[in-house]
């Protein structure tokens, strides 16, 4: 994985006006087949030009013997990306609408590596007495019309176990500040390998604007995944997705904002575990704040009585913390 440079501030949180006016989703959709991964989140040539308010049906890549084939454990496809939208630049909030997200195999993948990521187990960043865990590779059967994942569990009490799909992407981001590159596994301000179970199906996603155009990437769809993630594997599958992209301008904020029905929610990655959750709500505080109309003291106070906390994973190079608030005790919002 290459990185140049991290950078970890908890300084310059602003807010954001969540509804960017965007056309309507009936618009016409453009279809985009992925034909290539990349393995880093950068500024690179865009593969795909679209003006706000575009709605784009694609799909996350695969190809024949990677990761994803249940007969082999092959590498992994990388990202799609980048997407350029037309009037995104620095200091704007790129607007991600994650309109449908479908498995699109009967197939996923979790792979459990000696001395790879584990959050339980020593790996190659946290080194432990014990020896590594022994490589197991589980492949699970997704019945995509009963919403179920099935596993057999031979050596266990329960031969076989189903559970509800919860498909999520692992992976979106706009390409980091400056000259930064990172690796697939890396979450950061920019987004990226967050592994938030929140990036679902109808969720819009909200990503800082580093470079003219947003530079947006995406992939590493899990059917489903618990809190933390650790194993380091989530059930590794492909899935169709349709997006629609917006810009608020001259919106800025410092680290990915997450909305859906129930909540507004603030992504924060770093490590230790403890910092990731401290940026989190503190752009969470401020966020009510500026938009919202509340006093930082009882923003404070009553974020530290209903606030709500997944912990997105324990085992990448950074760890992820979402923190979240509920819709339905928000005010309206202030008129600017």
Same mark, same amino acid.
């Given at each position: 994985?290459?990185?140049?440079?991290?950078?970890?501030?908890?300084?310059?949180?602003?807010?954001?006006?969540?509804?960017?006016?965007?056309?309507?989703?009936?618009?016409?959709?453009?279809?985009?087949?992925?034909?290539?991964?990349?393995?880093?989140?950068?500024?690179?040539?865009?593969?795909?030009?679209?003006?706000?308010?575009?709605?784009?049906?694609?799909?996350?890549?695969?190809?024949?013997?990677?990761? @994803?084939?249940?007969?082999?454990?092959?590498?992994?496809?990388?990202?799609? *990306?980048?997407?350029?939208?037309?009037?995104?630049?620095? *200091?704007?909030?790129?607007?991600?609408?994650?309109?449908?997200?479908?498995?699109?195999?009967?197939?996923?993948?979790?792979?459990?590596?000696?001395? &790879?990521?584990?959050?339980?187990?020593?790996?190659?960043?946290?080194?432990?007495?014990?020896?590594?865990?022994?490589?197991?590779?589980?492949?699970?059967?997704?019945?995509?019309?009963?919403?179920?994942?099935?596993?057999?569990?031979?050596?266990?009490?329960?031969?076989?176990?189903?559970?509800?799909?919860?498909?999520?992407?692992?992976?979106?981001?706009?390409?980091?500040?400056?000259?930064?590159?990172? *690796?697939?596994?890396?979450?950061?301000?920019?987004?990226?390998?967050?592994?938030?179970?929140?990036?679902?199906?109808?969720?819009?996603?909200?990503?800082?604007?580093?470079?003219? *155009? %947003?530079?947006?990437?995406?992939?590493?769809?899990?059917?489903?995944?618990?809190?933390?993630?650790?194993? %380091?594997?989530?059930?590794?599958?492909?899935?169709?997705?349709?997006?629609?992209?917006?810009?608020?301008?001259?919106?800025?904020?410092?680290?990915?904002?997450?909305?859906?029905?129930?909540?507004?929610?603030?992504? &924060?990655?770093?490590?230790?575990?403890?910092?990731?959750?401290?940026?989190?709500?503190?752009?969470?505080?401020?966020?009510?704040?500026?938009? @919202?109309?509340?006093? !930082?003291?009882?923003?404070?106070?009553?974020?530290?009585?209903? %606030?709500?906390?997944?912990?997105?994973?324990?085992?990448?190079?950074?760890?992820?913390?979402?923190?979240?608030?509920? !819709?339905?005790?928000?005010?309206?919002?202030?008129?600017?």
């Amino acid at each position: 994985m290459l990185k140049k440079s991290l950078r970890v501030s908890f300084s310059s949180f602003t807010g954001l006006i969540l509804l960017a006016v965007a056309p309507p989703v009936s618009a016409q959709p453009i279809v985009h087949e992925p034909t290539r991964g990349v393995p880093t989140f950068a500024v690179r040539e865009p593969i795909l030009r679209l003006k706000p308010g575009a709605v784009v049906e694609t799909r996350t890549f695969s190809k024949p013997g990677d990761y @994803y084939d249940p007969d082999k454990a092959g590498p992994w496809p990388g990202e799609v *990306g980048p997407f350029f939208l037309e009037g995104a630049s620095p *200091g704007d909030t790129l607007v991600v609408k994650v309109l449908k997200l479908r498995p699109n195999r009967d197939v996923a993948i979790s792979n459990v590596t000696p001395g &790879g990521i584990s959050g339980v187990a020593g790996d190659s960043r946290t080194r432990l007495l014990n020896d590594p865990l022994p490589p197991r590779r589980f492949v699970w059967r997704l019945d995509r019309a009963r919403n179920v994942g099935i596993i057999d569990l031979p050596n266990s009490a329960v031969k076989k176990m189903e559970i509800p799909l919860r498909p999520m992407l692992g992976r979106v981001a706009t390409a980091p500040a400056g000259e930064e590159e990172f *690796g697939g596994l890396w979450p950061g301000d920019f987004g990226g390998n967050m592994d938030a179970a929140d990036v679902t199906e109808g969720a819009t996603v909200y990503l800082p604007v580093f470079h003219e *155009g %947003g530079l947006f990437y995406f992939g590493d769809f899990h059917a489903a995944q618990g809190d933390g993630e650790i194993t %380091g594997s989530g059930l590794e599958s492909t899935a169709d997705v349709t997006f629609q992209f917006d810009v608020i301008k001259g919106q800025r904020i410092r680290w990915p904002r997450i909305e859906n029905d129930e909540y507004i929610m603030v992504a &924060g990655s770093v490590r230790p575990l403890v910092d990731a959750m401290r940026i989190a709500y503190v752009e969470l505080i401020e966020w009510l704040v500026k938009d @919202y109309g509340f006093d !930082k003291m009882e923003a404070y106070q009553v974020v530290s009585q209903v %606030g709500v906390v997944r912990v997105a994973n324990i085992v990448d190079p950074h760890y992820t913390v979402v923190a979240k608030f509920p !819709k339905k005790l928000l005010p309206p919002k202030l008129t600017r």
